[in-house]
């Protein structure tokens, strides 16, 4: 009998079901687990008071991010600086201790492989296609651009996988998002996920995890589809997944924890039966022009906020939703504009070129090509936080951070940073932020803080001229 | 998690609606290392005003708390039950629950009892003065004047709390299952358990 066409979603569940329950919820195995310091201290803490042990330490690493200073870490005798924050450094401080205890892979500060753990994953090859893995942050999302189902956990979850390798959910439904045809000059990643977001809304793809298909997202390199996957649960869903293929394959081999030999080529037959049936069904279609899709940034305080450049501030009476009218009244009111206003007149006071979504070598390189000669404009203070210690190194090799810095930004040690301003990297109230990363939120990068989504060139774009800019005009 | 069958005692005849998880632990509470002692900032902002419910001696220590519609929203941070539960609070009555913040309150050993408003707006007057009753075998929640509300939880759940079973713990208990998984990935799929270790030479430092 001819088995019903699958989904890459469906064909990754199956695979990792222990048990079903008679209600439909399963015991999923959970093959990869990258743990930071923020979500995990009571989750030890809480093994510790069971007496309970990780079941399989090696399938977990961790590696500190949100609360780390992006000033340098040692000095210039390479002795280590404390972290002035009394917390911050006792979260830190935490995360070593749990992991040595219970045999847990820790990357630390100083490492060169220290970076955001999104970064991290992908960039040392513990992110495989076809895994399970999970995170306590919601951006774990990003994964699921090598075609790994990943998403975000909390707190007793991070225990239950430390202790079972196990998590017991309920299958979500699927949704295809499909971006056919050519982008024009100018448009990356960003702005392609800004579009989906703005076109779906950032509920969109609630109870859903998403599949990111099409000419376009086959077309993108890792870094491009970890941005896309990235912000898929700013538009509501619980995953994205995009199908491994050559570029995934090429992007792993030879990453330090992908496998190797023998493994390598069993690993690559198996990842090649996992796209998606043709014939497969999902539960909801959208597609997407890549014509229409122009350099994007967001105008509120949500994700789905979106325009493009060349746009204006939207009139909340524009709303047919009687609540979304509302939301956008307040979403002005706090960013501090009136509808009508040009997007293009809007000025700025922060850059901040970062975060797990645009802190990638490709996200550095676009933003330094047009940096490049030029000026950061006065009164803009410009941050630039690679996403991890070997893509500074990168960077820097391939003089980027020369660029940078003659043009007047920041050069930075990796980490969170501005993107929630949990370490003292913040934007202050009332100012305005073109950011590049994926949050938007009312006092996300501090409290007061305006901010801008944009793609990293778009920032770069910005902190140049002084307001929010058409990159395209610059390029 | 210590088993929960039944919850007596005075209460917070408090009755606030949409009480989100801000004001049940403000988020200057979140860079905690621990669940214990978040009981300190619980309500922080409410215990700032003279007068408050949670200082009022008459209530101290109550292992109830009686408030309004939508209790619990707001963040999914867990940083809300292990207040509660480290103030001492072993069951909330309200109308109504943020869905995450209820799976967080069963996760951390405090029953959410759902009654509608006219039953919390008798307790809320009862437990003035008077001690109130969770029962989780009868399920019904009950007064000295006789009044007997009865209560609806989800049967996984209920079995959980009365035998002190948390989600890690019955999870254990398919210990064989899980290797039995295990096993099979071994042999199906051996480079997910393969991967390098971190040494030197992957982790070079700066
Ligand atoms: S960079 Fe921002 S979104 Fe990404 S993990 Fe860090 S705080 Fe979360």
Known sequence: ?475 | MNPVTTVSGTAYPWGAKNIDTDVIIPAHWLKTITRAGLGRGAFETVRAQPGNIFDDPAYAGAPILIAGDNFGCGSSREHAAWALADMGIKAVIAPSFSDIFSGNAFKNGIVPVVLPQDAVDRLLDVAKDQPITVDLETMTVTTPYQDRFTFALDPFRRECLMNGLDEVGLTLARDAAIGAFEHAMTAGRPWVEGRARLTADVVPTI
Not at chain 1, 151 to 167: D, K, P
Not at chain 1, 261 to 271: E, I, L, M, S, T
Not at chain 1, 287 to 305: H, Q, V
């Open chain 1, 1 to 475: 009998m001819a088995q019903r066409p699958q989904t890459l979603y469906e064909k990754i569940w199956a695979a990792h079901v222990v048990e079903r329950r008679p209600d439909g919820t399963c015991l999923i195995y959970i093959d990869r687990h990258l743990v930071h310091e923020v979500t995990s201290p009571q989750a030890f803490e809480g093994l510790r008071v069971a007496g309970r042990s990780v079941r399989r330490p090696e399938l977990t690493l961790a590696v500190p991010d949100h609360n780390l200073p992006t000033t340098p870490r040692v000095d210039a005798a390479g002795k280590l600086l404390p972290i002035t924050d009394p917390e911050s450094a006792q979260q830190l401080d935490a995360l070593r201790r749990n992991t040595a205890e219970f045999g847990i892979d820790y990357i630390d500060a100083t490492a060169a492989a220290q970076g955001i753990v999104h970064v991290v994953g992908p960039e040392q090859g513990f992110t495989l296609p076809g895994t399970t893995l999970v995170c306590g942050d919601s951006h774990t999302s990003a994964h699921g651009a090598l075609g790994a189902l990943a998403f975000g956990i909390g707190t007793s979850e991070v225990e239950h996988v430390l202790a079972t390798q196990t998590l017991l959910l309920s299958p979500s439904r699927t949704m295809e998002v499909r971006v056919d045809g050519t982008l024009g000059h100018g448009v990356s990643a960003k702005d392609v996920v800004l579009a989906i977001i703005g076109r779906i809304g950032a509920a969109g793809g609630t109870g859903h995890v998403i599949e990111f298909t099409g000419s376009v997202i086959r077309g993108l390199s890792v870094e491009g589809r970890l941005t896309i996957a990235n912000m898929s649960i700013e538009g509501g869903a619980r995953a994205g997944l995009i199908a491994p293929d050559e570029t995934t394959f090429a992007y792993l081999k030879g990453r330090p924890m992908a496998p190797k030999g023998a493994d390598w080529d069993r690993a690559v037959a198996w990842w090649r039966t996992l796209p998606s049936d043709p014939g497969a069904v999902y539960d909801k279609v959208v597609t997407l022009d890549a014509a229409e899709i122009a350099p994007n940034l967001t105008w509120g305080t949500s994700p789905e906020d979106v325009v493009p450049i060349t746009g204006v501030v939207p009139d909340p009476d524009s709303f047919a939703d009687p609540s979304k009218r509302e939301a956008a009244r307040k979403s002005l009111a706090y960013m501090g504009l009136e509808p009508g206003t040009a997007m293009r007149d809007v000025a700025i006071q922060h850059v901040f070129i970062g975060s797990c979504t645009n802190s990638r070598i490709e996200d550095l390189r676009a933003a330094a090509a047009v940096a490049r000669d030029r000026k950061v404009a006065d009164g803009v203070r410009a941050l630039v936080v690679p996403g991890s210690g070997l893509v500074k190194r990168q960077a820097e090799a391939e003089g980027l951070d020369r660029v940078f810095v003659e043009a007047g930004f920041e050069w930075r040690e990796p980490g969170c940073s501005m993107c929630l301003a949990m370490n003292p990297d913040k934007v202050p109230a009332g100012e305005r932020c073109a950011s590049t990363s994926n949050r938007n939120f009312v006092g996300r990068q501090g409290p007061g803080a305006r901010t801008h989504l944009l793609s990293p060139a778009m920032a770069a774009a910005a902190a140049v001229t002084g307001r929010l800019s058409d990159v395209r005009e610059l390029m």
